[in-house]
């Protein structure tokens, strides 16, 4: 399985991005796409994920701003951001699992980063 995610940049604070990501190789059946952000000297944190029959987990500090979607057709996820604050920048990573269980944050497969930077 192969993760290629896109669409980060810099974007002034209150402003919005769309993140994309295409998976490649993945065998059929049940399968959880996320997006995780890890800022300089901080943890990996789990953004948000999606399973393929659109289950959805957000952490709190993006509720209400950022939003996940799938397309299963062409095996892609997408994290719309909105609202964006300073402390969400970051890079930002795709993952996914071959699982639609999202209480596990634990992701097999994972892109390349994409760095967000959100600036006055």
């Known amino acids: 399985v192969q993760l290629q995610a896109s669409g980060g940049g810099l974007v002034q604070i209150g402003g919005s991005l769309r993140l994309s990501c295409s998976q490649t190789?993945?065998?059929?059946?049940?399968?959880?796409m996320a997006w995780f952000r890890q800022a300089p000297g901080e943890q990996r944190e789990l953004v948000a994920a999606?399973?393929?029959?659109?289950?959805?987990y957000y952490a709190d500090s993006v509720k209400g701003r950022f939003a996940i979607a799938r397309d299963n057709a062409k095996n892609a996820v997408y994290l719309q951001m909105n609202s964006l604050k300073p402390e969400d920048t970051a890079v930002y990573y795709c993952?996914?699992?071959?699982?639609?269980?999202?209480?596990?944050?634990?992701?097999?497969?994972w892109g390349q980063g994409t760095q967000v930077t959100v600036s006055s």
């Open positions: 999606i399973t393929n029959d659109g289950n959805t």
């Open positions: 190789g993945r065998a059929f059946g049940p399968n959880s």
């Open positions: 993952a996914s699992k071959g699982s639609n269980n999202l209480r596990s944050f634990r992701y097999d497969y």
